[in-house]
């Protein structure tokens, strides 16, 4: 086949592929589009549909709660009532009320009538039952003082009522919004029952105010409330309508619940808030809302709620997603066999498309390769050259630790020309003390797959050296890999690094010196700056900051009053107040301490850690307007190292301030001055690691 001719088949093939594949893809697009419409409004229809109803049977609960508060409250407006409870208000006793004995029975007989007339009232007992036998105290109406003491009650009134009054004497107490109507909890007789309370006023009100007693109301939860949760005309057969309330961690469930064991009783049936995808969890959260959720007994449903006015109540109302949402679902099956049906069309033709072109792509490949071979060959020669002209070691083994590449230098190392070492193992050439090491960091950068350092002392003819290697990972899918590998690049860095320490220690003579000239300057401060630097590095080692912020506090810390040698000597041991001009004398030569070291390298940002060392985190120090996160970790802890060393070290016109006390004023400045971190880690280390024991010599003023 000619290169034209190949070319205008492979051509025609990409092009039948792309035209079927596209469109195959279309109406994949299409189909799942139309279901996604479809399925949106059938969610919207049941959604309205979930609502109307709602909105229904939350109006019939509602006016049921609100007539039980009409009862009660209707109740403690009575004006017989009133009259009687103000003349005990005002210090009657009760059996020297005005027609005492008449207005007692009154109000017995209308309490009971009331309580008999509106649920208030227990059911009455079967005749054969024994009178000797307590009966459970299930419902009635009690009014008593404003101090719950019972003034007239129904017969056989429940105890709770006590409760309820000091919940709502509690409401008032603590500000928070009034709620006059309370439960459902479980009564006596072990079943539900809801109270009510409506505060009693005076006819004549007392001057301090405030109710003169209450009138509370206790009954059992029945089917007065229950049958308002069920619409009437309900024909889906999942739908149901039920009462929820949260309890803590607990989601509490207030009305009769029909499973597939049984039935629930109210207030005999909870779940935890934290169920994973829970209906009447995602609906307290969000009262008012559309869910698809689980149910309480797992079955996935479509679900909305409402609160229900007066009470911490929450209405759900659930259907089976499977009834409401079978239509689709069939449709969707439909859309996926159709959509199935497609894809194998498509299939087919990729298959046909492939081996009309098979021919030309085995040719295609072989020639590929070809001038593959030949390019890398290419490659391995400009590498070697590169490679042979560099001082360091270089190499790179596949994932069996077998070289596949060596320069001039890793021969020269190991002591073979470097084509004998192609194929040969690490551990072989080199030994196991030496590959070993090698190939754990070959290891670690496969697995990682980053590039990783490793520093390592060796022995060399004689003396130790220091060796720096770098793992590169190699990845397979790269051009011309066939296997994960590794580059590795080894450079002996024994005088670098000794050239390192020796500028390290020459800086750390240089801070030391310039640390006590600073000191021996004001005698009333000798060691502050090496204090400083100590506490400042063990701040920061505290809160594992790494080594060179660690270095960086420390150095900062000893130098950050380097400008005191700039300041006459009079002025810093003048025993008396520094007047006005003296302390601006003082802090401007502070202020240049940063100046006067920008001509020394550090490894940190030390100069900028002064310069900030007078920041506060509110923003209210120097440089203006620095503060929180902006202001170098560096710096707020030697801010804090340094006010610790000045109010714990003694001077000889002061004693040292004892630790508590200046752990107080430190705690006290804390997100004002200081940053919290610092100080707690300062904290942290006084009280649990010996700090104290340390620096306890700070308050000696001979130390």
Known sequence: MTTLGWWQARRAALLIFMVVLGAALFGFYLAFSFAESERKRDLLAWQKQLSVVMQSRLVAVEDWVGQQQKVVTDLAENGS???????????????????????????????????????????????????????????????????????????????????????????????????????????????????????????????????????IGVRPLGDDLFDRLRQPGEISHSARTYLVRQRGAAIEYLSPLSYAGGIHAPLQFSLSADTPSLAAAKLLKKPGSFQQATAFDGRKVLATGRQVGGTDWLMVRTIDAREALGAISQRRNMILTISSLLILLVSGAVLLVWRHGASVRVA??????????????????????????????????????????????????????????????????????KATPLEEANAAAVESGQPIMRMRSVEHSGRQRMIKSDHIPLDKNQEGMTDHGVLMVMEDITELVSEREKREQNLRHLVTTLATIIDSRDPFSTHHSKRVAEVAETIAEEMGLKDQDVETAEIAGALMNLGKIMVPRSVLTKPETLSTSELTVVRENLAKTAEMLKGIIFDGPVLQTIRQVHAHWDGSG??????????????????????????????????????????????????????????AALLNYLDNKGGRARWQHFADPAA
């Open 81 to 215: 009532l009133q009259i009687y409870l103000t003349e005990i208000s005002y210090g009657v006793v009760q059996d020297d009320v005005t027609g005492g004995a008449a207005q007692l029975g009154y109000l017995e007989n209308m309490l009971n009538v009331v309580a008999q007339q509106n649920g208030f009232a227990a059911a009455q007992g079967r005749a054969d039952v024994p009178v000797n036998i307590d009966r459970p105290a299930v419902a009635g109406i009690v009014l008593t003082s404003p101090e719950g003491d019972v003034m007239v009650a129904t017969p056989n009134m429940p105890i709770i009522a006590r409760e309820i009054l000091r919940d709502y004497q509690r409401q008032i107490q603590q500000g928070l919004e009034k709620r006059n109507f309370f439960g459902p909890f479980v009564g006596e007789d072990g079943r539900a029952a809801v109270a009510v309370i409506a505060p009693i006023a005076a006819i004549q009100p007392l001057d301090e105010g405030g109710a003169i007693g209450y009138a």
């Open 622 to 679: 120097m440089p203006e307007g620095l503060k929180g996160e902006d202001i170098l970790m560096t710096a707020r802890i030697v801010a804090v190292a340094n006010a610790y060393v000045g109010m714990t070290c003694a001077r000889a016109y002061r004693p040292g301030m004892p630790i508590d006390e200046a752990m107080v004023l430190l705690l006290k400045d804390v997100d004002k001055r200081y940053d919290r971190g610092p100080v």
């Open 364 to 433: 295609a490949a072989a020639e590929r390769y070809r001038h593959l071979a030949e390019k890398l060959e290419k490659v391995y020669g400009f590498l070697k050259v590169v490679t042979d002209c560099q001082p360091t070691s270089i190499a790179a083994v596949d994932s069996q630790g077998h070289y596949t590449f060596a320069n001039r230098q890793t021969a020269a190392d190991v002591g073979m020309p470097a084509q004998d070492m192609i194929g040969r193992a690490m551990r072989d050439l080199l030994g196991a003390e």
